[in-house]
């Protein structure tokens, strides 16, 4: 570590934005210890005014994720976009995620959606999906929802952030049709079959029990949420938990907004 600090450094007394970048990152994990984590950020705030892309996403990861102000907010989605101009693609997907959570119509938002899912990123496609679902930049189809919904879920069939997001959107929202909710059954239920982590967790639960609701199999539905609440360990979640166990058992199904 000592070595790789010394050749970032002197790559930095050549000019290299890269070499701030990579060990500005180190020193705000703490890599260094904690009296160097201010250094980082001047770090990356340096090499940022130099146009390195990775910086100013990383930067405006910190506004984001650790400082809760709206004016960090503010800075932080100014930033993601500032990153994605200059190509950054995480940066991308982060901007076009506040755009679309705040139902903002940005065409910039659907051109990077486009350009990366047609390098088969399954967030893109997701992401895209809602722009559909919502008819932000593009007209509102929910036949190109689905479509897009589905080619995410098939880039990888058991990332289960991907797949839970998609299932409860097809079965527990205005999108839901008969066909939409057996695909979304059978997405989950491979998910739940093949990634045992998936099973752990009560949200992901909830999603299979609410898919399996909303295709009239409530004893299925029942016992599955029941798991989940055994498994849930916060207050909040176990309310949400327990109120939708309530409805299965009442022979009722989850309706909300699309997100």
């Known amino acids: ?20 970048t990579e060990l500005g990152i180190l020193y705000v994990r703490g890599e260094y210890g904690e009296n160097k984590i201010a250094e980082g950020r001047n770090l990356l705030t340096e090499a940022s005014k130099n146009g390195n892309p990775l910086s100013i996403y ?9 400082s809760k102000t709206k004016e960090d907010q503010k800075i932080a989605i100014s930033l993601y976009k500032k990153a994605a101009d200059l190509g ?19 065409q910039k938002t659907v051109t990077w959606l486009e350009e990366l899912s ?39 069939p058991l990332d289960a952030h991907i797949v839970n997001e998609v299932v409860w959107s097809l079965t527990a929202t205005k999108l839901k049709t008969n066909r939409r909710v057996k695909y979304g059954i059978r997405a989950m239920s491979r998910l739940m079959e093949k990634n045992n982590a998936a099973r752990q967790e009560p949200a992901y639960l909830d999603t299979w029990a609410a898919a399996h609701a909303a295709n009239g199999n409530y004893t299925e539905a029942v016992a599955i949420q029941e798991k989940a609440i055994d498994l849930a360990n916060n207050e909040n979640l176990l309310e949400i938990l327990t109120e939708h166990l309530n409805i299965f058992k009442n022979g009722g199904v989850i309706l909300e907004e699309i997100r």
């Open 118 to 156: 047609s390098n088969k990123n399954p967030r893109a496609m997701l992401l895209l999906g809602y722009c559909y679902a919502h008819g932000l930049g593009v007209d509102l189809n929910f036949k190109k929802t689905f479509q897009w919904f589905r080619r995410s879920v098939d880039q990888d």
């Open 88 to 106: 950054h693609p995480d940066a991308k997907l982060a901007y076009a995620n506040h755009t679309i959570s705040n139902k903002i119509a940005d």
């Open 58 to 66: 990383v930067l405006a990861r910190m506004h984001d994720q650790f």
């Open 1 to 20: 570590m000592r070595l790789l600090e010394e050749n970032y450094q002197h790559a930095i007394a050549l000019g290299s934005s890269h070499a701030m």
